[in-house]
């Protein structure tokens, strides 16, 4: 890669981090009540939806009522996006004057918004009136986010309280993290990208002439082009904070209107990974120590750098069969080499694969680049990333509750090697904790095997995968990867908008994310009502570089030690036949 | 015969293993081995690996039936491997538990009719003709609780119980290994007694405490026969753990199939992966090293107890032993030596210190407390003054008595006396003289100090102070510094006022202590403690111990103790050590980080497992795959075999120490976990490729494969 290429992913990095504590701080001070400066603009607003919705914010939760709410939320979430596809031909705000969604569509599309994976079995501009972009699919983008949110603060005051028996209240952690940390951030991101060029529009598409003339597949000559616009600014903004990542158009963030400027792409890139990043110190401010937050945030930005590293190298060296014909393949002033098949001319190699890692690191989703067209090895990284369960900076909310209870195993392991019954953050880690966490671990990696080995011999699943050989094997892996994960980015290459790949993603999305939350919720509420037990000698430090890389070794080892074979079938043995 | 034995016995006892072996196969009844879901599923694939082999015999195998035959071989040895562990450290117990049970022999008892006889202000000379007469001869057996019992010189104790009347020397060595006799006597801290001792001389009357079957030596033997063991909530959880990540590998290797099937189709050549090689690839990346060895590791643990002759009534307690924060210890017998011994004398005024000496050993002479004897040495040592016959002096020996709360002797008129200080000073003043000022400045100076200091007069003239101080025990400070190390924190528990026990305190090294203790105040000290999320650690021997100890999360009760305080603890320490706790906490250490390192080495393992089966798996259909084959094995049938073998032999090599233990360092938290993270697993991932190259190389060499 060039200097400017390192250049660039440094200056990304160090921007991440720049913001991770002003803004980890604030959001802590946003749940745990405090003023945060916009109470004066938002606190009435705020106040105004308990009475509307008959909240008592002071009533606090216990772990039950807490996921019946959240999981009660969802489902009514859920029944509306379905709904509003199902009806959007007789719904205002459709100028395309498109009909409705298929029902297996509709129920794989309700499912992957409302579970925050937004995988996209359809294509956007062709198929959703705008009425359904807003008022179903963003506003999931919204409350799927704030619920990821919800989830984990319930966890980190589990961790926080001392022989408690609740957790907050639900109501309120949604209406806090929409009104004063989604809502603000969107709003500044929307108006930053529509100063890009980002389209906003209620408008239909435009027809325009072309200024060149061209034919297409069949030889038929092609005079005109069509212009899609709508309101894409204000959903792609949260779509990146909220770590949704579907697309406003068909090809997601690699759309000139999506995804315009090098600046744009940059804040787009920066959105990703923002919130979860910053929700580390959140943490850590919330249980009374910020290293504890610093060290997690390490464990995730150590495997993203090194997994990053892996992917530009991949991409960058290209295909080394194109290199042996002779090809020049080096990056150089006037080209930039490795492998541009899939990749914008605009983001070139550097920008593509930092998308590529951040998108699946964050379960993000969102692409400006085609997984499918990496090298073996590049498309490696992006599946690896989900495959680790979405934990290295993952979802907002999700991915350091998720990366929390790869913590409790670690300390479960590392404190029976020190001797004692372990702790984390003061919190014995017992039977029932280790049986939650090894459901949280078992649960996606489930979906993922079982769901591709169903698919990979059932008629319905190979009917679809335009691939021959390993890579046809490695794209059916990667959408489950994908939706088991609740990640949503997609490899080419696949057909999944049928009804096998629409029902079988679906069911795989909606059980990855709810039995987690489930579970999730069971252990914050056992840890809550747990004793606190103060540190000494004796304890393990879980704030140290020593805990950090052991913190790294579960993930790293839990995600390969379960998917090596497959991966050995996918993108390794492709990666081997090219060296042949 | 005595548990002292055990000590010495060897890990590879032939006995031992040889019924170990034995036990081995019968372990391999479906019923036991469902117990254990990692090593069950080992177990169901050896069966199954056997019917392929079946199968191929009769022609229609889905591999070589040679091939088919090593991997069913293999899988059965790493099932009677981890059966072997098992049966290695059940096996230690079940010796132990034998000699035991020489002791509960049927014995033949003497009941007495009256239960509520009391022979308090019986002055008869011989109480005990008049309760011979009373005698009914009873099958230990049949005795109940509350019965009583008469064991005369040479009978054995029959059960359980508390000495009503009596005084007699006990030999408890079946018990406790220790062969010097031990005094029981009626009523204080000594009058229990356990069944199955014998009584050398005198005679006991005993009220019957326990059941048959409930006795302390029933307890005893069951918990060393393992026979009522409890999986310990760590152990659980763990094991919750183990499952999870079978289910996961499970899944892993069960959906290889249909992937490979597909990849079959889309490389458009070679065979599916065989079902002996998934039954092979899942048997060793599940967890069976820790697996197999986890219940071993359980059983070891309390059988290291056993060796350090504490009885501990639960796993669980051995397990919290690890946990301990804070250490409650009493201060005499445990921090000091038993007993004050004099230190110096400080003469008074126109006294020199050789008087002084010599009136201080004369009159303590007739003394035999501990202290008594503590001045006759140092005298002796000081200023060589030979002890002398008290009755060869002709001397007349004036007793303790709580009234004057002074001892002494009257000699060719002189009237040496030594007591407290306020005691003497009423006596100088009846006997006409004067307490010397510079005198009660010494007293205070030795009071402030944590010494006792006890003044000696000669009829009015008060001659000086002799200063008594508690010895702190050699190795004590050290102790104290590496429980702090391991985050332990000590407290001394005294009766002490606060001047005296702060001066111990700092000398001895502890973290904290409570002075004038009283059985409320230990109590409330401990629930403190727990409120704050502490665990807490203690001993103790007496009744009024009980409490506490019932409160304590371990709680080691003295074997020399009351029924009360043993019934109290979850340990019995049968040498009544109370430094043994420090013991205790170390072998709790041990467990838990021989189960996490041991984990920790198995799934490292995995890494070099894959590398061996992978490629081997894939051969026929990605040759490709073969690059991945780093060790360079032979060929896929010995690289699968290889692994499974390396698998099975690995459970064999660790059995020693699963048995022993991982030795447990007080150094800190951050630098154990270190050291064991790169001994068990950056050794864990190293380790098996050289062993599953090694394993290829010798199979190559004899044209096995």
């Known amino acids: 890669m060039t200097a400017n290429g390192y250049l660039q992913l440094g200056l990304f990095l160090v921007v991440l981090l720049a913001l991770v504590k002003p803004l980890g701080w604030y959001m802590a001070r946003v749940y745990q009540g405090q003023p945060v400066g916009l109470d004066r603009a938002l606190g009435p607003l705020e106040r105004l939806m308990y009475r509307l919705f008959g909240t008592r914010p002071d009533e606090e939760m216990n772990w039950k009522s807490y996921t019946v709410a959240v999981l009660l939320f969802n489902a009514l979430g859920l029944l509306a996006v379905y709904g509003l596809q199902r009806l959007q031909g007789a719904l205002p705000l459709n100028p395309q004057g498109l009909g409705a969604v298929t029902p297996d569509s509709s129920f794989n599309t309700a499912i992957s918004f409302a579970t925050n994976t937004n995988w996209q079995g359809y294509g956007g501009e062709t198929t959703m009136s705008y009425l359904t972009q807003m008022l179903a699919l963003n506003a999931q983008n919204f409350l799927s986010a704030a619920t990821g949110m919800a989830v984990l603060v319930a966890l980190i005051r589990g961790l926080s309280r001392r022989s408690a028996s609740t957790i907050g209240n639900f109501w309120v952690d949604m209406t806090r993290s929409t009104l004063y940390i989604l809502l603000p951030l969107a709003l500044l991101l929307a108006l930053l990208l529509v100063s890009q060029g980002v389209v906003q529009s209620f408008s239909p598409a435009h027809t325009v002439p072309l200024v060149q003339a061209t034919a297409d597949a069949d030889g038929n000559q092609v005079t005109e082009q069509v212009l899609p616009l709508g309101p894409a600014a204000s959903q792609i903004a949260i779509k990146q904070l909220g770590t949704n990542g579907g697309g406003f158009f068909n090809v997601n963030s690699a759309h000139p209107f999506e995804n315009p400027t090098p600046l744009s792409n940059f804040l787009e890139l920066l959105a990703i990974l923002l919130i979860p990043a910053a929700l580390c110190y959140t943490f850590g401010k919330m249980v009374g120590d910020t290293r504890q937050g610093w060290a997690v945030l390490a464990a995730m930005t150590v495997v993203f750098v090194a997994l990053l590293g892996v992917v530009a190298w991949a991409e960058q060296a290209g295909n080394p069969r194109i290199a042996a014909l002779g090809v020049d393949t080096v990056a150089s002033d006037l080209q930039p080499g490795g492998n541009m098949e899939g990749k914008e001319t605009r983001f070139g190699i550097t920008n593509s694969v930092l998308w590529a890692a951040a998108t699946t690191a964050a379960s993000n989703g969102s692409v ?196 090596i074979p497959a991966l050995a079938l996918g993108p390794f043995v492709e990666q081997l036949q090219l060296l042949q | 015969m005595t548990l002292q034995k055990a000590q010495s016995r060897p890990l590879f006892e032939p006995q031992i293993v040889q019924r170990a072996v034995l036990d081995s196969f019968k372990k391999l009844d479906p019923r036991v081995q469902v117990r254990n879901p990692v090593m069950f599923v080992v177990f169901v694939g050896a069966i199954l690996t056997t019917g392929l082999w079946l199968q191929a015999l009769l022609g229609q195998g889905e591999a070589p039936a040679s091939f088919i035959f090593a991997i069913a071989v293999w899988l059965w040895f790493t099932v009677l491997f981890a059966n072997f562990a098992e049966a290695m450290a059940e096996g230690r117990g079940k010796a132990q538990a034998d000699t035991l049970k020489k002791a509960r022999r049927d014995i033949k008892a003497k009941r007495l009719a009256n239960r509520d006889l009391r022979l308090n202000g019986d002055t008869s000379t011989s109480p005990i003709s008049k309760l011979q007469s ?130 079959v189709n889309a490389a458009g050549q070679g065979t599916p992966i065989t079902v002996t090689v998934l039954v092979a690839l899942l048997v060793c990346l599940i967890p069976t090293t820790i697996g197999g060895l986890l219940s071993a590791i359980g059983i ?181 510094a590496e429980l702090r190390r391991m985050g332990i924190k000590t407290v001394m528990i005294t009766g002490d006022n606060p001047l005296t026990a702060a001066a111990i305190a700092a000398e001895a090294g502890v973290d904290d202590f409570l002075a004038q203790a009283t059985p409320e105040a230990k109590l409330k000290l401990i629930r403190e403690y727990q409120q704050g999320g502490r665990l807490v650690a203690m001993t103790g021997d007496g009744t009024n111990d009980a409490p506490a100890l019932a409160q304590a999360d371990v709680a080691v009760a003295m074997n020399s103790g009351t029924q009360a305080a043993k019934e109290a ?52 259909t990605y040759p490709q795959l073969n690059q991945l084959n780093v060790m360079g094995l032979t060929s896929p049938e010995s690289a699968i075999a290889s692994a499974v073998i390396f698998n099975a032999l690995v459970i064999i090599v660790l059995i020693p120490l699963a048995l022993r233990g991982v030795r447990y360092r007080a150094v800190g938290a951050a630098a154990l976990l270190q050291r064991n993270l790169l001994i068990y697993g950056l050794g864990g991932l190293i380790v098996p490729f050289i062993g599953i190259k090694l394993i290829d190389v010798l199979l190559t060499l004899f044209g096995l494969v």
């Open chain 1, 368 to 563: 400006n680049s085609m997984h499918g067209s990496y090298t073996p090895l590049g498309g490696f990284v992006p599946m690896f990333l989900m495959q680790m369960g979405e934990v290295i900076f993952g979802g907002v909310g999700s991915g350091l509750y998720g990366m929390l209870i790869f913590a409790i195993i670690a300390v479960f392991i590392a404190g029976l090697m020190v001797g004692r019954t372990p702790e984390y953050l003061g919190k014995k880690i017992e039977a029932y904790e280790m049986k939650m966490a090894s459901l949280i671990i078992l649960i996606p990696c489930a979906l993922v095997l079982v769901g591709t080995a169903i698919a990979v011999v059932s008629p319905g699943g190979t009917a679809t995968i335009f691939n021959t050989g390993a890579r046809g094997f490695s794209e059916v892996l990667y959408a489950f990867t994908s939706a088991g994960n609740n990640n949503g980015s997609a490899f080419a290459g696949l057909g999944a908008n049928n009804i096998f790949y629409n029902i079988m993603l679906g069911i795989a999305m909606f059980f990855s994310r709810y039995w987690i939350i489930i579970a999730t919720l069971a252990i914050a509420g056992s840890l809550a009502s747990k004793k606190l037990v103060p540190a000494g000698p004796g304890t393990l430090p879980t704030h140290t570089p020593l805990f950090v890389v052991l913190l790294i070794g579960v993930v790293l080892l839990v995600g390969a030690l379960t998917f």
């Open chain 2, 134 to 263: 009373q005698i009914t001869s009873i099958s230990s057996s049949d005795l109940r609780k509350g019965d009583v019992v008469l064991v005369e010189a040479g009978d054995f104790i029959p059960m359980d119980g508390e000495v009503l009347e009596g005084v007699a020397s006990v030999d408890e060595s079946a018990i406790t290994g220790e062969s010097a006799p031990v005094i029981r006597e009626s009523g204080g801290d000594r009058s229990a007694v356990t069944g199955g001792t014998r009584v050398l001389s005198d005679w006991l009357v005993i009220r019957i405490t326990a059941n048959p079957g409930e006795t302390f030596l029933d307890r005893m033997i069951s918990m060393v026969e393992g026979a009522k063991r409890q999986k310990t909530p760590n152990e659980i959880a763990l094991n919750i753990l183990l499952a999870g990540l079978t289910i996961i590998f499970l899944l892993a290797t069960v959906t290889l199939l249909p992937f490979s099937i597909y990849s």
């Open chain 2, 300 to 480: 070891a643990g309390m059988d290291r107890m056993i060796q350090a002759n504490v009885i501990a009534m639960s796993g669980r307690a051995v397990e919290a032993a690890g946990d301990v924060d804070v250490l409650l210890l009493d201060k005499t017998g445990t921090i000091t030596l038993g007993n004050r011994q004099a230190t110096a004398f400080i003469p008074a005024n126109g006294v020199s210190e050789a008087n002084l000496a010599d009136a201080a050993q004369l009159s303590s002479l007739a003394d035999e407390t501990p202290e008594g004897r503590s001045i006759v040495v140092l005298a002796k040592e000081k200023y060589n003054i030979r002890e002398r016959d008290i009755h060869g002096l002709g001397a007349e020996f004036v007793p303790f008595t709580a009234q004057t709360r002074m001892s002494g002797v009257n000699l060719n008129g002189q009237q040496i006396r030594k007591g407290a200080a306020e005691s003497i000073d009423a006596y100088v003043k009846q006997q006409g003289g004067t307490f010397p000022t510079e005198v009660r400045t010494v007293v205070e100076n030795i009071a402030r100090q944590g010494g006792t200091p006890l003044v000696v007069a000669d009829c009015s003239k008060v001659l000086g102070v002799v200063q008594l101080k508690d010895i702190v025990k050699g190795g004590m400070k050290e102790r104290f």
């Open chain 2, 569 to 620: 603890g979850n340990m019995v320490d049968l040498d009544s050590n109370p430094t043994k706790l420090i013991e205790v906490v170390e072998i709790g250490k041990q467990l838990l980080i021989t189960r996490g390192s041991l984990t920790t080495f198995s799934i490292s393992n995995d890494i070099a497992k894959y590398f061996a089966i992978i490629p081997a798996a894939f051969a026929s």
